[in-house]
């Protein structure tokens, strides 16, 4: 019997908020970044909401200009290994790059998690932005990877990771006393892997979890990331600012998953979302307005340097508009700039407006508004074939992931489009896949 299709909700948890300013709010903490009870708080709220994951993002350099709540945060891997003593049934899910590490040691950090919190753990693949210009003289090197190179990189390094992953057959401990057979050497798999990046004889010293191994997340943009993506991720996180864009790459993405032989309704796909609610339209607009006065113009013009390059906005306000600045028709160097493009050259935003677009702290007037006109647009686009769910990318927290799990949630569990209670125990049991078949079992 087919498991009904309902939204999945994953949490993304960054200190006080996405918003820059968020941790200059009267009740924000501004080292929240580095409080594990605070997170461990997060994570209760979230795991009450009865969302799918939590989710924590990364960066391997920081620079004056990074966003606040990442100057000083927690490394994501240690944290989720916290975090999972704290949580029953909430998966938990961490950044790591395949740039600046190595297969073995990643997968086996990522495979103890997902023992110790009994088959939770997820990994999101990504090949490191460098947003800073500082990341790969953190690592020895003078340049940062090519896009192409690094995602040759990120193919192998997945490769070797799940090779590794399958190194005991889920029956090869046999714990004998009696015969002081501890394990069935027939069931124990070298990966013996020799490719252009990397040579690992394996096997890893640990077995798979309840859940086989980790969930694969990704949200690569480039030709190159969505390619990586449709071959390999269960989860796929995508920001697209309204529903006809959204739905576009919907369907174009499903088409990829299945050119690589995969069934696409095994791919969920995630699309980011910054609400702001309020008990009236009135109340949600003045949350925005409080958090938007709160930016100062070095923070807007200085991020938006350092992300470009290209221009100097010390000529420019906040209010100077994409069209005045450049930015409709730049063909910026920096890769991140073609996801937005689209949008700033259709809707001429403000410098102000990029910003926030950049930064992912607002998704636009459609999602600010009451408990009921954001469930309305989550089941438009849930329904309309726009997203299979979506990863909450709240302002301000906790006060956003707080607004959302006690008044939309309960609407959509009322429309019957998302659980009341979790059927599982592991985080493949909430996106209904089943455990990996190990790669070396003979069938």
């Known amino acids: 019997m087919a498991r009904k ?12 908020g ?31 909401g009865k969302f799918d994951m939590v989710f924590l993002a990364d960066s391997l350099a920081i620079n004056e200009q990074s966003h606040p709540n990442i100057l000083n945060r927690f490394e994501p891997l240690t944290l989720i290994a916290a975090l999972a003593g704290s949580t029953s049934r909430i998966g938990l899910v961490a950044t790591a790059s395949t740039s600046y590490v190595e297969p073995f040691n990643l997968a086996r950090q990522l495979l103890s998690i997902d023992r ?38 990120a193919e192998e390094f997945v490769d070797v990771v799940r090779g590794l992953w399958d190194s005991w057959e889920d029956d090869a401990f046999v714990y004998d006393k009696e015969t002081g057979r501890f394990f069935d050497p027939a069931k124990l798999h070298r990966v013996r892997h020799k490719g252009d990046f990397f040579s690992v004889e394996g096997p890893l010293n640990i077995a798979r979890s309840e859940q086989g191994y980790p969930l694969l997340v990704q949200a690569g943009n480039s030709d190159a990331g969505q390619q990586l993506s449709a071959r390999v991720a ?12 959204a739905r576009e790459y919907y369907g174009s993405f499903k088409r990829k998953v299945a050119s690589f032989g995969r069934n696409p ?16 339209e009135e109340e949600a607009r003045a949350k925005k307005k409080r958090l938007e006065d709160l930016l100062t113009d070095e923070t807007i013009l200085g991020f938006l340097t350092d992300y470009f390059k290209e221009i100097d906005f010390s000529r420019f306000t906040p209010e100077t508009t994409a069209a005045e600045a450049g930015l409709d028709t730049l063909r910026a160097a920096n890769p991140d700039y073609r ?15 990029i910003y926030s677009l950049i930064i992912g702290s607002f998704s636009g007037d459609h999602l600010v508004g009451t408990p009921e006109k954001i469930a309305d647009t989550l089941e438009r686009w849930f329904l309309g074939g726009a997203a299979d769910g979506f990863m909450l990318m709240a302002p301000a927290l906790p006060e956003g992931l707080n607004d959302f799990v006690n008044h939309v949630v309960p609407i959509l569990q009322e429309r019957g489009l998302f659980r009341r209670a979790y059927e599982g125990s592991t985080l493949r049991e909430h996106f209904g896949l089943p455990v990996p078949p190990n790669r070396y079992v003979r069938l």
């Open 18 to 48: 996405m918003h820059a300013a968020s941790w200059r709010l009267e009740n924000a903490s501004p080292g929240a970044s580095i409080d594990i009870d605070y997170y461990r708080e997060l994570a209760a709220t979230a795991e009450r």
């Open 339 to 353: 996801k937005h493009q689209p949008v700033i050259a259709r809707e001429n935003p403000t410098l102000r407006e």
């Open 5 to 16: 299709r309902e939204i999945k909700m994953a949490a993304y948890l960054v200190g006080t």
């Open 265 to 280: 309704h095994d791919v969920y796909i995630l699309q980011g979302i910054s609400p702001v609610i309020g008990a009236t």
């Open 116 to 153: 110790i919190s009994r088959g939770r753990a997820g990994w999101n693949i990504v090949t490191t932005r460098d947003l800073s210009g500082n990341t790969a003289r953190n690592f020895g090197a003078e340049s940062h990877y090519e896009l192409e190179h690094r995602y040759r990189r």
């Open 234 to 245: 269960e989860v796929v996180f995508a920001i697209k600012f309204n529903y006809e864009d």
